[in-house]
């Protein structure tokens, strides 16, 4: 098991930024490649981000390219979604979860390739 806690959603402004954080509990944090993934009311559940167990490669959804970005801290079992430039489509609940599968760009995106999932933090973009 690794249990994974998300926190620093809010409600920010159009143009605004926020940075997510993911805790996991455990010591083979480093085994995992980590990912972001957001739910808007009424839509599936997406890809935004991911990053692999090293930090040395990063995948990112169209939507957030150049706006967000994923980093991880091993040393304190934890990944990180900055978020800048946001726009009232990026609302939504944000998840994010682990892997042990080696990613690719199929692997990245799809939902059953994660282990783990966190319950998620609310983040609420105003126009």
């Known amino acids: 098991q690794v249990p994974l806690v998300e926190s620093g959603g809010g409600l920010v402004q159009a143009g605004g930024s926020l940075r997510l954080s993911c805790a996991a509990s455990?010591?083979?944090?480093?085994?995992?490649?980590m990912g972001w993934f957001r739910q808007a009311p009424g839509k599936e559940r997406e890809f935004v981000a991911a990053i692999n167990r090293s930090g040395g490669r990063t995948y990112y959804a169209d939507s957030v390219k150049g706006r967000f970005t994923i980093s991880r801290d091993n040393a304190n079992n934890t990944v990180y979604l900055q978020m800048g430039s946001l726009k009232p489509e990026d609302m939504a609940v944000y998840y994010c979860?682990?892997?042990?599968?080696?990613?690719?760009?199929?692997?990245?995106?799809?939902?059953?390739?994660?282990?783990?999932w966190g319950q998620g933090t609310q983040v609420t973009v105003s126009s």
């Open positions: 979860a682990a892997t042990r599968a080696q990613l690719n760009t199929i692997v990245v995106v799809t939902k059953r390739s994660y282990d783990y």
């Open positions: 455990g010591r083979t944090f480093s085994m995992y490649s």
